[in-house]
């Protein structure tokens, strides 16, 4: 089945209907109402409330008797719709909010999913979402910006490394649990930071505590993985090169299952312009994790 403006399967897009780039980052949610699952649609270049600030849409879908899936009730978050104005989150013209989204366990004890949104403005936005119980009607009933500022719950050592101009946000992930503890570690790309080589880019990887429903990261605790911090438990020696944009748009980082068998979850990053082959074309890192989100080995 495809979801398209103009392909229907039930879905109508939400004005302004000419959507932009639906489609980009999409993300399965959980314990969300719906039988047939819940999807988060990013449509980044959506004008809605100022030109390029950016959307989402939440579909709830259903399993006709014919097998084909079809979209039961579409839900938009952006700056005019889904509550993300009540909650103190509205993206602004240009923040082009939404270029990747994932999707977190259950952070606040009420049985379902969390959305981690991304963006081109230095921020990601952690949404936490309501529905009427029937899989439709999706609003942010609360929400966390994770950005540089003081208010942010990111460990200081964090928020000290997020520029303006490096797309800190634009590519974010889960990784699973890696130290067992019961929340998630989350990779968070920018693939424009300076560490080591002008673009060579960065991906931040850091531990959430759990502590319903208050959302907390562990002080201190942040494994950064660019070309300024190759050597032991972080990128090998020469992985990264200038422009190689670590973490990139799209190719920023992806868990796996455990790969080497040791218990602890891997992952992949991506490096977009990386020229092991070519001029521009590209790379992906497998990681074996530790436990504490420093790498043990990798693959490239």
Not at 35 to 54: H, K, L, P, Q
Not at 209 to 221: E, I, Q, S, W
Not at 289 to 297: E, Q, T
Request: with cysteine; hydrophobic share 45%; glycine share 16%.
């Amino acid at each position: 089945t495809k979801i398209s403006e103009t392909s229907g399967a039930g879905w109508v897009p939400v004005s302004p209907t000419d959507i932009q780039v639906f489609g980009h980052g999409l993300a399965s949610m959980t314990g969300m109402g719906s039988a047939a699952g819940v999807i988060a649609v990013s449509c980044f270049y959506d004008d809605d409330g100022s030109t390029n600030a950016g959307a989402v849409y939440v579909l709830a879908l259903s399993s006709p008797s014919s097998g084909v899936a079809a979209v039961d009730a579409t839900s938009k978050l952006s700056a005019l719709h889904g509550g993300l104005t009540t909650v103190g989150l509205a993206p602004a013209a240009g923040d082009l909010w939404g270029t990747v989204v994932a999707s977190l366990p259950d952070l606040d004890g009420d049985g379902k999913g969390e959305l981690l949104v991304g963006s081109e403005a230095s921020y990601a936005d952690l949404l936490f979402l309501s529905s009427d119980g029937a899989g439709g009607s999706f609003v942010a009933r609360a929400g966390v910006r994770l950005s540089s500022a003081t208010s942010s719950p990111l460990p200081a050592v964090m928020r000290a490394r997020i520029v303006a101009g490096t797309a800190w946000g634009s590519s974010v992930a889960s990784l699973g649990d890696l130290d067992g503890d019961g929340a998630p570690e989350l990779a968070i790309s920018a693939p424009l930071d300076d560490a080591g080589g002008a673009d060579a880019g960065a991906v931040f990887i850091l531990s959430m505590v759990p502590a319903p429903p208050t959302v907390l990261f562990k002080h201190g605790v942040m494994v950064e993985l660019s070309a300024g911090t190759e050597g032991a438990g972080r990128l090998a020696a020469g992985t990264v090169a200038a422009s190689d944009s670590v973490g990139g748009w799209g190719s920023g980082a992806s868990a796996l299952d455990d790969v080497d068998g040791d218990g602890v979850p891997d992952a992949l990053i991506g490096l977009s312009y990386d020229e092991v082959a070519g001029t521009d074309s590209g790379s992906v890192l497998v990681l074996m994790m530790n436990a504490d989100g420093s790498v043990k080995s990798q693959q490239k």
